[in-house]
């Protein structure tokens, strides 16, 4: 099974860097995984001749699928919110390919630190030779948990928080206290500092219509708390009412922003870079991302495995609402099977992943992607046929 893993790092490899001789331990793509430029052409980072499959860097895995919130953009609302988590004989089947990426995620849909295997997951990911990083509501932060991932030496950790009040922050993530989360962040940092730890802490902000004028605020904190970047994003596929009428573009499916609003985003965005001046790294992603076949989530370049096993090139194609607003509702649901049923090796390999990744390189939208709102924020908004209004 190696061996056939290998062949196709070798051939992407070769693809490359015009050479069959030297050896790959695993995929290098070109697209970096924890940050985006302005606007992203995938098409250009993969020159003709194309070898399909393209091996992805970036496997994320959903290890969790409770959370101790319930943020009004989450789109796992839509699935009645199980408090379930990837079970260690899952992790067990992912094992023998975590060396083949270069980064694995220990992220999807719930809060990764309630998964009572995290710490173990973590530890099998550093031991094969790969990059944990962790996307965090950062709540559980704390104690034994803090302590271990600094021992574990993870990679980089983001935090979730999208607010600079508590007002705000319990708004948009339903409960929580947002003192107390910069109480945990301040003894983390303490923590950090003791262990001459270089983990890269990313403050992760997702711009809505009821916070974005907290971003400032938000910049303030996390320079205060020692976060090296903060990462201010729009909602990058919702899936929920909610989310779209707080969607800060145009998903189609709500009326767009008014252009007011879009007017004083651009005076916040400005502020906000101006506190961070020599101070802490900010990334603001643009209105729009990039042209058409430049998806933001990077679907040929990222993988995903959520807690029941199923692998999909993006974390929005495998639940089971991600074209809600859709009619007639599509049949097929968006993933390349179940790591239960078949290897990762053998599902990567098959005509349906490979004709996926070519649809995005060729500039045309794959079926399974049709519906959703990350298309609206490329240049090209003729797509597809959207539904003018959603239905709440
Ligand atoms: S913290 Fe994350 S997983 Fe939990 S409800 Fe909020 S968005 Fe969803
Ligand atoms: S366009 Fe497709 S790959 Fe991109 S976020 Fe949407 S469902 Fe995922």
Redesign the pocket.
């Known amino acids: 099974m190696f061996s056939k893993f290998r062949n196709i790092i070798q051939s992407f490899s070769r693809q490359r860097n015009g050479s069959s001789n030297s050896h790959f331990p695993r995929s290098e793509n070109p697209i970096d995984a924890f940050s985006l430029p302005d606007r992203i052409e995938m098409r250009d980072a993969f020159p003709e001749p194309v070898q399909y499959p393209i091996l992805p860097d970036h496997l994320a895995l959903e290890v969790s699928y409770a959370c101790n919130l319930h943020c009004m953009m989450c789109p796992r609302t839509f699935e009645g919110v199980p408090q379930e988590v990837l079970p260690p004989e899952l992790f067990e089947k992912v094992k023998p390919w975590i060396s083949r990426f270069k980064y694995i995620h220990l992220a999807g849909y719930g809060e990764p630190l309630m998964s009572p295997h995290f710490l173990d997951y973590v530890h099998a990911v550093r031991q094969a030779g790969s990059r944990p990083v962790v996307t965090t509501n950062g709540l559980l932060l704390k104690g034994k948990m803090a302590r271990r991932l600094l021992e574990e030496r993870i990679d980089c950790i983001s935090v979730s928080i999208d607010a600079g009040t508590p007002e705000t922050y319990e708004a948009v993530r339903g409960k929580g206290t947002f003192l107390k989360l910069l109480d945990t962040l301040r003894a983390f940092r303490t923590l950090k500092e003791e262990a001459s730890s270089d983990v890269f802490m990313v403050w992760v902000f997702i711009l809505m219509k009821s916070n974005y004028r907290e971003l400032p605020l938000a910049v303030e904190y996390a320079a205060e708390l020692g976060f090296n970047r903060i990462v201010a994003k729009h909602l990058?596929?919702t899936l929920t009412a909610e989310g779209f009428s707080e969607a800060l573009f145009d998903t189609g499916y709500v009326p767009p922003p008014d252009p007011e609003i879009i007017q004083d985003l651009e005076r916040v965005k400005e502020k906000s870079r101006g506190i961070a001046e020599g101070r802490i790294d900010i990334e603001i992603h643009p209105y729009q991302m990039g042209s058409q076949g430049a998806?933001l989530?990077r679907?040929i370049t990222n993988l995903f495995v959520d807690y029941r096993g199923n692998l999909s090139?993006?974390c929005?194609?495998n639940v089971l609402n991600?074209r809600p607003y859709l009619e007639p509702a599509p049949e097929d649901p968006g993933i390349l099977g179940n790591l239960y049923q078949n290897t990762l090796d053998e599902l990567i390999r098959t005509k349906r992943y490979s004709d996926f990744q070519r649809d995005w390189i060729e500039g045309r939208v794959p079926e399974v992607?049709k519906g959703?709102v990350?298309?609206r924020r490329m240049g090209e908004q003729n797509l597809f046929p959207l539904k003018a209004t959603a239905s709440t």
């Open positions: 990058e596929c998806c989530v679907p090139s993006c929005y194609l991600t992607c959703c990350q298309l």
